[in-house]
């Protein structure tokens, strides 16, 4: 990897073709729409691994093939991961998407099993329960979110519009 944190190599090889479909599927409206996904989807994993690989890079140097995982690391992950999929959450809201909120909601309960099964490994005493009190605390407005975007959607007639 050559090149400053997130303007190296890696963004010439992922955020590049991620930016050129992301142009492809928003100016081509004309080609099929299963193509179009495929495009959306492509641009979206390539993103993806950019973010990764970025994370990986801050903590671990230029060796990224490294074996080793902090703490600080999986928790950078996880943020990630829960403002990837709030920001998704607020765009379905934007753009009155069901199948974009329920892929929110997934991305959230992948973030939620993360946290679960390998953040909390390394908690102890008492941290481990803020974090558990944080934990419900934070699914349980997800919950009101969610419920409150449903009632509006179905007040407003607009419920199961497809983004």
């Given at each position: 990897m050559?090149g400053?944190?997130?303007l190296?190599?890696?963004?010439?090889?992922?955020?590049?073709?991620?930016?050129?479909l992301?142009?492809?599927?928003?100016?081509?409206?004309?080609i099929h729409?299963?193509?179009?996904?495929?495009f959306?989807?492509?641009s979206?994993l390539?993103?993806?691994?950019y973010?990764?690989?970025?994370?990986?890079?801050?903590?671990?140097?230029s060796?990224i093939?490294?074996?080793?995982?902090?703490?600080?690391?999986?928790y950078?992950y996880?943020?990630?991961m829960?403002?990837g999929?709030v920001?998704?959450?607020l765009?379905?809201?934007?753009?009155?998407?069901?199948?974009?909120?329920?892929?929110?909601?997934a991305g959230?309960?992948?973030?939620?099993?993360k946290?679960?099964?390998?953040?909390?490994?390394?908690?102890?005493?008492?941290?481990?329960?803020?974090?558990f009190?944080?934990?419900?605390l934070?699914?349980?407005?997800?919950?009101?979110?969610?419920?409150a975007?449903?009632a509006?959607w179905d007040k407003d007639?607009?419920?199961g519009?497809?983004g």
């Amino acid at each position: 990897m050559q090149g400053p944190l997130l303007l190296d190599t890696i963004a010439i090889g992922y955020l590049v073709p991620a930016a050129i479909l992301a142009v492809l599927v928003w100016k081509l409206g004309h080609i099929h729409r299963y193509l179009r996904a495929g495009f959306a989807a492509i641009s979206a994993l390539l993103t993806l691994s950019y973010i990764g690989l970025e994370i990986r890079r801050f903590w671990q140097g230029s060796d990224i093939a490294s074996s080793a995982v902090s703490q600080g690391e999986l928790y950078s992950y996880t943020i990630a991961m829960m403002l990837g999929s709030v920001a998704l959450l607020l765009f379905a809201f934007s753009r009155r998407s069901d199948p974009l909120r329920k892929l929110a909601m997934a991305g959230i309960a992948v973030t939620i099993t993360k946290v679960f099964l390998l953040d909390m490994s390394g908690l102890n005493g008492l941290v481990r329960v803020a974090f558990f009190l944080g934990l419900g605390l934070a699914l349980t407005g997800l919950a009101w979110l969610s419920r409150a975007m449903s009632a509006r959607w179905d007040k407003d007639g607009v419920r199961g519009k497809t983004g």
